[in-house]
């Protein structure tokens, strides 16, 4: 019997440590279990957590980050004065911070970073379009959180962040993008944040601020 009651327990524990996911490390000085931020994704599983550590994130595996289609949370360990990823994206050589296009929900959370200097790469769905110069939300819905997206570019939609949905407006996505500063940025339309078609966001508690656009801020 008491044999019996180890293994259930045993069970128990491994089940309740499943349901909350691991903690998985990036660190520039080689301290963490990865030296990149995709490199973590990559090795996550659902419900994992991503935590970076401080520094200046550049380079492959540090921008154009995929989450692809995960279930987890990436965020800087301090906050975005000390976790910052820089794109260096630029029209001969455009780089984006992150881009979401595998159908994540508001289980994938981006928390605590600053983004800047990134430009939208063209080529958007097969199309001559450069949209979301730091995050492109393509029929997704995650959660943004306490990020600065400052100093992007994108030269059709969305210099800071481009929401996109197509599909039927009942079925639409959610982007939640809370405690954000959203400053400096530049875009045809919209230059800190577009909304295109039938995307949907709740956006609280941001500043948006000095972005420049033809069309609309």
């Not at 045993?10 to 499943?18: D, E, I, P």
């Not at 994206?89 to 455009?94: C, F, I, N, R």
């Not at 969305?158 to 949905?165: A, H, N, T, V």
Request: hydrophobic letters at 35%; glycine letters at 14%.
């Amino acid at each position: 019997m008491m044999r019996h009651m180890v293994i259930i327990c045993g069970l128990v524990l491994c089940l309740s440590l499943a349901c909350y996911g691991r903690t998985i490390t990036v660190a520039l000085d080689g301290s963490g279990e990865f030296s990149t931020i995709q490199g973590a994704i990559d090795a996550a599983n659902n419900g994992d957590s991503i935590v970076v550590g401080d520094g200046v994130y550049t380079g492959d595996g540090n921008r154009d980050i995929d989450f692809k289609g995960k279930a987890i949370t990436v965020s800087g360990q301090n906050g975005p004065e000390f976790c910052i990823i820089d794109c260096q994206g630029s029209a001969a050589e455009p780089h984006r911070g992150f881009i979401l296009q595998t159908q994540e929900t508001q289980t994938s959370v981006i928390d605590g970073f600053t983004i800047k200097n990134g430009y939208a790469p063209r080529g958007f769905r097969g199309y001559d379009y450069a949209y979301g110069g730091a995050i492109l939300c393509d029929c997704t819905g995650p959660v943004i959180r306490n990020c600065r997206i400052v100093e992007n570019r994108a030269d059709t939609s969305g210099g800071g962040i481009l929401l996109y949905e197509h599909a039927p407006f009942w079925s639409r996505n959610t982007t939640l993008i809370e405690d954000c500063e959203i400053r400096s940025n530049s875009s045809w339309y919209g230059g800190g944040i577009m909304v295109r078609d039938v995307a949907h966001a709740v956006i609280t508690g941001c500043v948006i601020s000095d972005n420049r656009s033809e069309g609309a801020g």
